[in-house]
């Protein structure tokens, strides 16, 4: 039982813990923090038949902690998420612009006329004008390691349905000066 137990509970943190960094969306993560909960329930569990109190007090809490994680991954924010989106599609039936979730400003895929260039990872905005000044677009690499940051003006972007299209050519992109990690341009 024990062997079992300790395998579970391994198996299951070591998966929820890839999923939730991973970082791949409201149900995801909440699917993560479900994953988890099936961990922390197996190591409270191997805890109680291991006469293990320490195991058992933290393992308690962080079934509680998980539990709040499900809500608020598959419960609040997959709602904030669905308004949006559906606020989104029901925009493109009006006479009205078009609306964007601003949100995707951080996760969006950035697309020329012809191909993929990278994922959109952050968005910088005017203090006074609310205006968004450029996107910060993340191009190669795994998971962030060896990707190149580059700095994409606003004016060289149009928001469709839940991507960036650039109004520059793959090879212009390709020709923007890399934005370093941790100085990006104040203008």
């Known amino acids: 039982m024990e062997t079992i137990l300790s395998w579970v509970a391994t198996i299951a ?8 960094a991973s970082n791949l969306g409201a149900r995801i993560t909440g699917y993560g ?70 949100s995707l400003l951080t996760s969006a895929k950035v697309r020329s006329e012809t191909s993929h260039l990278g994922d959109c990872v952050e968005a910088m905005a005017g203090c006074r004008s609310g205006r968004i000044a450029y996107v910060v677009v993340s191009e190669g690499g795994i998971a962030g390691a060896g990707e190149t940051l580059r700095r994409l003006p606003w004016s060289e972007l149009r928001a469709e349905r839940n991507e960036l299209v650039a109004r520059v050519k793959p090879e212009q992109f390709c020709a923007l000066e890399p934005v370093p990690k941790d100085q990006w341009p104040a203008r």
């Open 13 to 20: 943190t070591i998966t929820a813990a890839t999923i939730v």
């Open 33 to 102: 923090f479900i994953v988890f909960t099936i961990g922390s329930v197996a190591w409270f569990a191997l805890g109680l038949v291991t006469d293990q109190p320490a195991l058992v007090w933290t393992n308690a809490a962080l079934t509680l902690l998980n539990l709040f994680g499900i809500w608020r991954w598959l419960g609040r924010q997959a709602r904030i998420e669905d308004a949006s989106t559906a606020a989104a599609e029901a925009s493109r039936d009006t006479s009205g612009e078009p609306l964007f979730p601003v």
